[in-house]
């Protein structure tokens, strides 16, 4: 080879160790495929050249080898005939569709016109037959053009802007399928910043919102706490993945249970419904799949350590774990612990609702402070639950009884008078009635 088409060789060639460890980098950095960088970096150098030596509509594409580093560009065109373009005068063309728009503006019958030919981007299929001769309409053909090495600032700005663009939508892409896949678990992170109420959490390579409607109640956050959140939600827009967390969402509950409890995390003790009210009370309803197990001392743990860790992770909030029963009645009476229940009548059954009996001085027991007790079994068992004080039952039953023993005397009183003196018109007695005379 000699020395000049060495040098033309070397223009167009990059130091492949250098590139190769920079693009390694980049990907490790940013956590990227590498072939989405390749892509990027050749759609770049594409718009480099086009920039300086080529025209305004064509389609250019540049590979570059990641072995030499050499950039190969081409010229790519579509082959076409007169069944997918329209050949017709540009001016005429032109004339023709306003003079349309101005009588046909509301036809929406009008038949869509074909694209008209453009030379930079198609090429005429017995045009296309002379490079390649089994071609046909609808193919690519690639023309190589001239290597360059000589870009102007404007071109190098060009491929910068690209690359780093481009580089950011692969970011954006990876890191969205990466956190979609975690959608609905719970992560640990830390609070990296507080503006105003929002709460930004930084997971590792994104960072989440935790909004004020998904706080826990009077929790106070603090930079550089470590706490762990729910994945709620994540989307993605221009400004890159939106990842909402949550605090406050119920199915938290299950997932830290999983994390502390073997049992629930192998799928041997299941959790059946959850009835939570953050910050304050929650009430979860557990069964075995495995018999001879306890699932609420699965829960519960040795000395009360692993619903502790539970109710420690979620700021001191208490915890009620009650057993999942089939019968509505056992079931009801259980999720209103930690009241003593005397008994569960359902009302109706279509309807879901039910009442449930208690001693007098277990009614504030079974209703809970400003009601949450209730409320909670109520969620939980998906009834709707009436409390009826016992007491009150039977005084009412024995005011009924007396009421009746009181009729039942006066009833007989008057026969009492009746048997004793008669009856007449006047209501006087016969005695009276000869003492007159």
Not at 25 to 37: A, F, S, T, W
């Amino acid at each position: 080879m000699t020395k000049k088409k060495q040098d033309e060789k070397n223009q167009t060639g990059i130091n492949s160790n250098e590139f190769d460890s920079a693009i390694s980098q980049i990907c490790d950095e940013r956590g990227i495929d590498k072939n989405k960088v390749m892509e990027t970096v050749e759609a770049a150098l594409a718009a480099a050249y086009k920039k300086d030596y080529g025209k305004k509509g064509q389609n250019i594409r540049a590979t570059l080898d990641k072995v030499s580093g050499n950039v190969d560009f081409y010229l790519v065109k579509e082959v076409v005939d007169e069944s997918v373009r329209d050949f017709a005068d540009l001016n005429n063309i032109e004339q023709e569709h306003l003079k349309k728009a101005r009588t046909n503006k509301n036809d929406d019958n009008e038949e869509e016109r074909l694209p008209r030919f453009n030379p930079e981007r198609d090429v005429l299929l017995e045009d296309a037959k002379k490079i390649k001769k089994n071609a046909k309409v609808g193919d690519v053909i690639e023309t190589k053009l001239d290597a360059q090495d000589d870009y102007g600032r404007v071109a190098a700005q060009t491929a910068k802007q690209v690359i780093i663009q481009r580089i950011r939508e692969a970011e954006k892409e990876a890191m969205f399928n990466e956190y979609k896949e975690k959608e609905g678990e719970v992560v640990s992170g830390t609070v990296q910043r507080i503006e105003g109420q929002n709460v930004f959490i930084d997971l590792g390579k994104a960072t989440g919102i935790l909004f004020p409607s998904e706080q826990i109640k009077g929790e106070n956050y603090r930079i550089g706490q470590r706490i762990k959140v729910y994945l709620e939600k994540i989307e993605i827009d221009s400004r890159g993945p939106g990842i909402v967390l949550s605090r406050v969402h119920p199915e938290m509950v299950r997932k830290i249970f999983e994390l502390e409890v073997p049992e629930i995390f192998t799928g041997t003790v299941e959790i059946k419904a959850i009835a939570r009210e953050a910050g304050e009370r929650t009430k979860i309803a557990v069964i075995a799949k495995e018999e001879g197990l306890d699932p609420i001392g699965s829960c519960v743990g040795q000395k009360g350590t692993r619903v502790q860790a539970v109710i420690d992770e979620l700021g001191g909030e208490k915890i009620d774990i009650i057993e999942w029963n089939e019968d509505p009645k056992k079931f009801i009476s259980a999720a209103l612990s930690p009241a003593k229940i005397l008994g569960v009548e359902i009302a109706d059954d279509k309807e879901k609702t039910a009442l449930a009996v208690v001693e007098g001085d277990q009614l504030s027991l079974a209703i809970g402070q400003k009601g949450q007790n209730v409320r909670l079994a109520a969620k939980l068992t998906d009834y709707k639950i009436d409390i009826i004080n016992a007491d009150k039952i039977e005084e009412e039953s024995e005011g009924e009884k007396n009421d009746d023993q009181k009729e039942e005397k006066n009833s007989k009183d008057k026969r009492e008078i009746k048997k004793d003196g008669g009856e007449s018109g006047d209501g006087d007695s016969e005695k009276e009635k000869g003492d007159k005379k």
